[in-house]
């Protein structure tokens, strides 16, 4: 069974920084073709930034040179670098993977 654990959300102030992490456990391929999402409240969610089959990455217009994916192979670990942070980046973070979607980490900015 395999399970997606988030994590390294919390709370900020406008311009700060964090890093969502997101740890695969169990079969391992499922680490290819990883994204994150967020859901923020009475919103839909939308995705964030991910990557393709082919390892390239895309963002949405919002986050592009203010976020960064990256992945640890060595410890099936997506990662969701997030500078410039702004109150609209506030909601619940999830990463998903072909074989399902984490918790969710919360991600709260203040102005």
């Known amino acids: 069974q395999v399970h997606l654990v988030e994590s390294g959300g919390g709370s900020v102030q406008a311009g700060g920084s964090l890093r969502l992490s997101c740890v695969v456990f169990?079969?391992?391929?499922?680490?290819?073709?990883m994204s994150w999402y967020r859901q923020a409240p009475g919103k839909e969610r939308e995705f964030v930034s991910g990557?393709?089959?082919?390892?390239?990455?895309s963002y949405v217009d919002s986050v592009k040179g203010r976020f960064t994916i990256s992945l640890d192979n060595a410890k099936n670990t997506v990662y969701l670098q997030m500078n410039s942070l702004k109150p609209e980046d506030t909601a619940m973070y999830y990463c998903?993977?072909?074989?399902?979607w984490g918790q969710g980490t919360q991600v709260t900015v203040s102005s």
């Open positions: 998903k993977s072909p074989c399902g």
């Open positions: 169990g079969y391992t391929h499922c680490t290819y073709g």
């Open positions: 990557f393709d089959h082919y390892g390239t990455t």
